[in-house]
């Protein structure tokens, strides 16, 4: 299984940021001591060009992140400082998930080790989000020939809503957001299927919203590739996320998304998405896990996909 990973791309960010960078390069470890992270699994991927990152983002918005022109407002939205080490950190994120995309529609999945910022929007970042880059890939394998249609399912605890925004009205994209009614963003856009959850949502609850959520999509769309957003943010101890969700139901979470998209034939492209718990390592078992999954996915005996 091809694996793609960024963390070395560091971004300078205040001290006591919220943001936990470390998470990516704690992941690779654990990763890269397991039995998926052999020889040659594990690659850096290629920066996302301008013309790339153009199929989505408006050049005046590329210009202005390239060039660190961006306004204090746009700055505060995005979350993180300018800086040339941003830029290039947020261009491997979005060339991992490209090339994990790739990767799954030849070997049935593959799984970038950071990616899911689904908060950007064409004209501008958001919620620690810089580029899109589950909107980039899709945009670049459609445009190649290789998934015509695909589907998004968008399981991090807060709502894709830069994702929404991009593919509204666009037939050929599915986005499924099962997300806190309550959280971050605090306006919503508006999903082909949102499944809100109330705050101190538990196991039971979230497991059969992301059931029914996950085999509608898949009915609905018919994909060629499904884009899995794996947020860790659901954790019942995460600062962000509002839910009540035992690391134990967000690995039957992943098996759900696998088990659904093994059934209907359809290859797997995995992101990170968010994760915010006091204990970083409680982020790095929940992201492990669901990259083990992904192994266990590729293994199992099943549809040829």
């Not at 899911?116 to 929007?121: D, E, I, Q, R």
């Not at 599915?174 to 508006?190: C, D, I, Q, W, Y």
């Not at 101890?237 to 696998?258: H, P, T």
Request: aromatic content about 8%; proline content about 6%.
């Amino acid at each position: 299984m091809h694996l793609f990973y960024c963390d070395h791309f560091v971004l300078p960010r205040p001290e006591k940021h919220r943001f936990p960078m470390a998470k990516y390069a704690l992941l690779r470890d654990r990763v890269a001591g397991s039995e998926v992270g052999g020889r040659g699994s594990m690659q850096v991927p290629p920066a996302a060009t301008d013309v790339e990152l153009g199929l989505v983002h408006e050049g005046e918005y590329l210009r202005k992140v390239r060039e660190g022109d961006l306004s204090s407002k746009e700055i505060r939205r995005m979350g993180f400082p300018w800086s040339p080490e941003l830029v290039e950190r947020s261009r491997r994120s979005v060339g991992g998930t490209m090339e994990a995309g790739r990767a799954a529609l030849k070997d049935g999945v593959a799984v970038n080790l950071s990616g899911g910022t689904h908060h950007a929007f064409p004209d501008r970042g958001e919620g620690f989000c810089v580029f899109n880059d589950v909107a980039v890939a899709t945009r670049l394998l459609q445009g190649e020939g290789e998934a015509g249609r695909v589907a998004i399912l968008d399981l991090d605890v807060h709502q894709g809503n830069g994702t929404a925004a991009i593919f509204a009205g666009d037939s050929s994209v599915f986005t499924l957001s099962v997300h806190g009614a309550n959280n971050f963003p605090f306006r919503k856009e508006e999903s082909d299927m949102d499944l809100e959850l109330p705050d101190d949502t538990g196991d039971g609850p979230y497991l059969e919203q992301v059931r029914k959520g996950v085999a509608q999509a898949l009915d609905a769309s018919a994909p060629d590739l499904v884009f899995f957003v794996a947020g860790a943010d659901p954790f019942s101890g995460d600062r962000l996320g509002r839910l009540q969700v035992s690391k134990e139901a967000l690995q039957a979470r992943d098996g759900i998304v696998f088990e659904e998209c093994r059934s209907a034939s359809v290859p797997v492209a995995v992101v990170m998405g968010g994760g915010y718990a006091p204990r970083i390592e409680d982020t790095v078992d929940i992201h492990f896990a669901t990259v083990m999954a992904a192994a266990a996915f590729r293994k199992t005996p099943g549809p040829q996909i």
